[in-house]
């Protein structure tokens, strides 16, 4: 290998130069001869807080192979450049001239986005939490020969908490407290993976205390990602749940149903005497 295992950082191009580069610590030159392919991976933290079997290799027949682990990494961003092959000098592909490294996001992420069905009269709405169910959190990532992540069995309960999010009537993304987004492993998802969407109805009541409601909505994670699966190979599965690199945003909508009448009148009842009397 030309080069193992550098950290590439943004850094001046030379010792006190205003001007920074992408490079190593260490200087390396292209060869005269022959060409050099890179691989590279990024994470959002400096170092994984490693579980059993958690971490990332690279070898030149494999690529990057590893295991991330995102209980004990939560919310860590896995991110894996496209491999730039057979290179003999730089290049100015994306924003300046080197090695280009198109990092790509390998994991998924999920958003939330909130909203009444209607302007209800006296009526708040607040979100108390969305908690997830039996996720894997254990994934298992190759880049050769055919790129894939695959989703171990370990389970958890996340709980991510909205800080009490009132929702408006118009369109709002979920505040996730301390953290910017849900990052989960590739996955699909059966029949025990769930979402909890707790959130409460205050109702105005004149000349009363006003009275609430704790309401808790389970929603089957399948129903909204349903697995799709080969027509040619019956077991084959070829999209459905999260996959690597996708954003998806779940829509919720809270409504009521408004009280009606259905009113009529019972006609009267008709009675005949017992004795029927002749009126002279």
């Not at 958003?111 to 994934?139: C, D, P, Q, R, W």
């Not at 407290?177 to 025990?192: L, N, R, S």
């Not at 009541?205 to 040619?232: A, G, H, M, N, Q």
Request: aromatic share 12%.
């Amino acid at each position: 290998e030309y080069i193992s295992g550098a950290e590439i950082a943004y850094q001046e191009k030379t010792k006190g130069s205003t001007e920074k580069v992408w490079k190593a610590e260490k200087t390396y030159y292209w060869p005269k001869n022959g060409t050099l392919t890179f691989f590279a991976y990024s994470l959002n933290k400096d170092k994984l807080t490693l579980a059993a079997g958690t971490g990332f290799t690279c070898a030149p027949g494999a690529g990057i192979t590893g295991h991330i682990d995102l209980k004990e990494n939560h919310n860590t961003d896995f991110l894996v450049a496209d491999i730039a092959k057979d290179m003999k000098s730089n290049d100015k592909v994306h924003f300046t001239n080197g090695v280009p490294t198109l990092f790509k996001h390998r994991l998924s992420s999920v958003a939330f986005a909130i909203k009444t069905g209607a302007v209800y009269t006296n009526k708040k709405f607040e979100l108390t939490n969305i908690t997830f169910h039996k996720l894997s959190y254990y994934g298992t990532y190759a880049q050769l020969p055919t790129e894939s992540f695959v989703a171990g069995g370990n389970k958890y309960d996340p709980v991510f908490t909205s800080t009490h999010q009132e929702i408006p009537s118009q369109t709002d993304f979920v505040g996730v407290t301390g953290v910017d987004k849900y990052i989960f492993i590739p996955q699909t998802f059966a029949d025990d993976a769930t979402i909890d969407v707790v959130y409460t109805i205050t109702t105005k009541v004149p000349k009363s205390d006003d009275v609430v409601e704790t309401v808790t909505k389970t929603i089957k994670l399948k129903e909204l990602f349903p697995t799709k699966y080969d027509t040619s190979e019956p077991r084959k599965v070829i999209g459905g749940g999260w996959e690597m690199g996708k954003k998806y945003t779940i829509y919720l909508t809270f409504t009521l149903k408004e009280i009606l009448w259905d009113p009529a009148v019972q006609d009267w009842d008709p009675v005949t005497p017992a004795t029927d009397r002749v009126v002279e």
